[in-house]
Structure formats: C-alpha cells, structure tokens
C-alpha cells in the first residue's frame, strides 16, 4: 500500500516556541493532505485539510493563525503549531488522500512544556 | 462534521470470545469506512462499505452497512491477542474528508 512518513516521530518544546511537522507521500502525489491530532484515549479530530497550491481548509473551532499549514509540492504538506502551549500537547497525524482512501502517516508526539 | 457515535467504548473479552463494535449515525450515510489503530499507532484502513446492507468479511472479521446506511457494526469471531486495538469507523465526505466515529477499545485477555 501507499506510505506516509511524518517526521518528526515525536517532540518536545518549551512553551512560546513554534513546531513545525512534515507530512510526505513517498510513492505517491497526494493533491489532498489531512491533519488530525488525537489526544490520549480519543477520536481522531481532522483538523484542516491541505490542498496542494491553495490556502488550507480549517474546521470550526481550529484557529489557522495558530496551525499554519503549507502545502508546496504534491508530496509535501507541513504543520507548524506557532507559540505552542501545554494544552497544544497531543499526537498529530497526518494522511494523504488515494482513490478509495486514505493513508495516514505514523503520527508526530508533540509535548510542549 | 457529521456526528458518528460508536458503542462501546470499550470491550475487555476473553480470547477466542466473540467481539462487535456498533457505529450509528442519525443522517444517511454515504459510506463507511473501518480503522483499527494498534496502541501508539495510527490507524490503518480495514474496509469500505458503500451498499446498503452490504456485508464483507476479512477472515474472522465481519462488516455490516444497515439497511437504511445509518448503522454498521464490525465483528471479530473468536477473538486473538493481535486484534487487541482500537477500532474507529469514519464516513468520507466531499473531497475526500474523513470524520472518524469515538471508537472502541478492544482488550484481549489470553
């Protein structure tokens, strides 16, 4: 099957500093990129999908100036969580879209101190 | 996004004791999709539903989509340790936009 890779597997910041996520597609373009996080024992909650070449789409309730979101190739979509804070803590996983489905990514750990 | 409510939250069973997860929604749902996420991984697609009461079956793993595509359940027969997981079912929205159900627990006691 198709893979994603998320680097870096997991991180950890002080608070104030900014994060930043990549998302790629290895063997495959993805004109479509989702971001989820996932807190501990929880859903996935699909954050903003990235579209190659166009601003990103934010659900309610996720602020875009906090979670900027950049999709520049077919193969490459980064999150950079601006200024985190401890609440910002969490698992993000991203996937990219293929004909009948997506393939997520392996999940970036973002702990923020 | 559309609301879908799994039950239950958790499932501790015995090994080689039957399993099901339920996903219901109160709108019509144009698909199904079913997820297991092992513990620290993502989660990995298992299958798509799309019929109305349409049903497949993956070896001891069996999906069903409701008559009137408001409910699915997945069933695990004779459980095994490496079913252990979470289990989330999603529905695929335009564009390909996934919102994924609470998901079940499943624990396995060998």
């Known amino acids: 099957g198709a893979v994603v890779s998320q680097h870096p597997s997991w991180v950890i910041c002080k608070s104030g500093t900014s994060v930043k996520i990549e998302c790629r597609s290895l063997d495959f373009q993805a004109t479509t990129m989702f971001w989820y996080r996932q807190f501990p024992k929880q859903s996935l909650m699909l954050m903003a999908t990235s579209n190659e070449g166009s601003k990103a789409t934010y659900e309610q309730g996720v602020e875009k100036d906090k979670f900027l979101i950049n999709h520049a190739s077919l193969t490459l979509s980064t999150l950079t969580v601006t200024s985190a804070h401890p609440e910002d803590s969490s698992f993000y996983i991203c996937?990219?879209?293929?004909?009948?489905?997506?393939?997520f990514g392996p999940g970036t750990r973002l702990t923020v101190l | 996004g559309q609301q879908v409510m799994q039950i239950p939250q958790y499932q501790h069973v015995q090994e080689g004791e039957d399993f099901t997860t339920y996903c219901n929604s109160s709108?019509?749902?144009?698909?199904i999709q079913w997820y297991k996420q092992r513990p620290g991984g993502h989660p990995v697609f298992l299958i798509q539903?799309?019929?109305?009461?349409e049903v497949k079956k993956q070896k001891r793993l069996t999906f069903q989509f409701g008559e009137a595509k408001k409910n699915s359940s997945l069933h695990i027969t004779a459980t095994q340790t490496t079913d252990v997981g979470t289990y989330f079912c999603?529905?695929?929205?335009?564009?390909?936009?996934?919102?994924f159900g609470s998901g079940t627990k499943l624990n396995v006691k060998p």
């Open positions: 999603a529905e695929r929205y335009n564009f390909n936009k996934f919102y």
């Open positions: 996937s990219a879209s293929g004909p009948d489905t997506q393939y």
């Open positions: 539903l799309v019929k109305s009461g």
């Open positions: 709108t019509t749902l144009s698909n």
